[in-house]
């Protein structure tokens, strides 16, 4: 195997954010940091681009929107019920079948969209994760060549890391 996984525990934040900070510096784009708790530094820090769901969302939204309007539409001409001097295609009346749509179409898109693009298959090895990261440390994991896992380590040292895994990824 070409890559390597080094994988650096941390017990504080500051240490994890600037270890990262630092790895970014260094070139490093394979970098992966295991939280337990939900953390902004982190988050600025890792510079991830936005998520696309919300594009899902919208399609999904005017696409039902539009078949709202389609059916009601297509309905009321093919089978017209006249009643006085009211028109046919009243629009009043079909904003709740329209609402209705745009909202299951809408939250089906944003379903199939999360599902899409939740990385599942970009998880870590089994073998790398340690059950401590749901607990109260932190981690990050490089993927790096075999020739820069020393200087991974250099930096992961230096920047406060309990603990130091090396495996083959």
Known sequence: ??????????????????????????????????SPLPNHEIEEVMDEPESIVRFFTLFGAMLGASCGVGFTVL?????????????????????????????????LATLLGLLINSRLRKNAPVN????????????????????NVEKVQDILNSHGAEEIKVDGI
């Open 75 to 107: 309905t009321s001409m093919d089978w017209p019920i006249p009643v006085s001097a009211k028109p046919i295609v009243s629009i009043p009346p079909f904003i709740v079948i329209i609402f209705e749509l745009t909202i299951m179409m809408g939250s």
């Open 128 to 147: 790398m994760y340690d059950p401590r990261f749901s607990e109260d440390k932190f981690g990050i994991m490089v993927a790096c060549d075999k020739g």
């Open 1 to 34: 195997m070409n890559n390597q996984g080094v994988l650096g525990i941390f017990s504080y934040v500051d240490l994890t954010v600037n270890a990262v900070k630092k790895l970014k510096e260094e070139g490093f784009k394979t970098v992966r940091v295991f």
